[in-house]
RNA sequence: GGGGGAAUACCAAAGCGGCCAACUGGGACAGACUGUAAAUCUGUUGUCUUAUGACUUCAUAGGUUCGAAUCCUAUUUCCCCCA
């Protein structure tokens, strides 16, 4: 391991617990540069419901993936996972040390890991099977399933509308089932993986991410969800931080259950990154403070 | 002081003789996840490491009954009305 001079960190862990402050001071310490592998700071659109690094964050170490994409493009995992690869690669012409850091478990997997390769289908082969799912229930998904793939119907998870229509739309796009495109390999890398998890104990996790969406509230967060309310529909904000209020102006709810609801879901997802993140064997787990914990271990790697 | 009503698991709330360890909602906890992933989906939530099992529960104490969260009596607490 020693022999390979170039090394990711990766910096996982919930949202709210740390992360941007943990992946400056690595930036800094190592020289880095840090590769944002966060599914919404991507979009330039959105600022105060992502918790983007601030402008002095930004400024004290290089950023990649943060604003570099608008709401009304299409992006996805696969995408940013070849993307973030190929200046992974070009940043470690000049950098010894990168830091990939975020909370989004698929995009640093698509980075990691990589996606068995299936072939590109026209999109308006999803749009006919959102819109039969719309109408006619996820009932409808399932029938098409098991007539077009009845196979993989029996592995797959039924009652995920998602994952029935990806399958769907990949049969009916290449004739073939998604189950033959898997081939579970993974990518190899020529340089060092280092994959540093950050919790923090679940009571204080639940009160930072309280206490964070508070600060949001008082920043401006119902406003800039009032003027991106025309693109609610639009897949980047399928995003907890704004559907909440988009239902509160829709009058679904006042604004107190709009602010509960606003804490709940965080805190929901928080879990659901822990969940996805412990899986990971290799994840070595710090809490935040202190930093040295984490630079010692990292010395005994390198 | 008199009259009426209510006490159910973490919270709210159903159940009003057997199908009740107890509907439902909230909350919490756990999990899945290879192209929407801050998405989408699943499970658990009285105790017992596992259970088509055992044990202890529906304010407390007694009672009626083959059988009670459900009926009766007393006690305690809370709410409402009259004084």
Redesign the pocket.
């Known amino acids: 391991m020693t022999a390979i001079k170039k090394h990711l960190i990766v910096v996982a862990g919930p ?1 709210a617990v740390g992360k941007t402050a943990v992946s400056i001071k690595l930036a800094k310490h190592f020289s880095g540069e840090i590769i944002s592998a ?4 991507i979009f330039r659109e959105l600022n105060i ?3 983007k690094p601030d402008e002095a964050e930004l400024a004290s170490a290089p950023h990649h993936f943060v604003d570099s994409h608008s709401i009304h493009e299409e ?5 940013y996972g070849q993307d973030a690869l190929e200046l992974i690669h070009r940043l470690f012409e000049r950098n010894d040390f990168l830091i990939l850091c975020g ?5 640093i ?1 698509a980075v990691l890991e990589g ?6 289908v026209p999109d308006s082969i ?1 749009e006919e099977l ?1 819109e039969g799912f719309e109408a006619n229930g996820i009932g409808w998904l399932q029938e098409k399933m098991m007539t077009l793939d009845p196979d993989h119907f029996q592995e797959i ?1 039924k ?5 029935l ?2 399958a769907l739309e990949v049969k009916i796009g290449t004739g073939s089932s ?1 189950a033959s ?5 993974k990518r190899e890398h020529d340089f060092n993986i280092h994959k540093i998890g950050l919790e923090l104990p ?1 009571e204080e996790l ?1 009160e930072r991410i309280d206490a964070r969406m508070d600060k949001m509230i008082a920043e401006g967060l119902f406003e800039e969800a009032q003027q991106l309310f025309p693109f609610r529909n639009h ?2 904000l ?4 704004y ?1 909440e209020i988009f239902d509160f102006m829709e009058g679904k709810y006042g604004r107190e259950e709009a602010i ?2 606003l804490k ?2 965080s ?3 928080a ?6 993140f ?2 990971d064997e290799e994840m070595k787990w710090f809490s935040p403070e202190p930093f040295q914990q984490i630079l010692d271990w990292l010395q005994t790697r390198i």
């Open positions: 949202t966060d599914s919404r700071q419901g992502t918790a992006y996805d995992a696969a995408r909370g989004s478990g698929l995009y997997k996606f068995d390769d299936i072939p590109e999803r959102v998870d009652l995920n509308p998602h994952r229509m990806r998604i495109f898997r081939k579970k390999q679940r639940h897949n980047a399928q995003t907890v931080g559907q509960r609801l709940r879901n805190r929901r997802y879990k659901r990154q822990l969940t996805w412990k899986r």
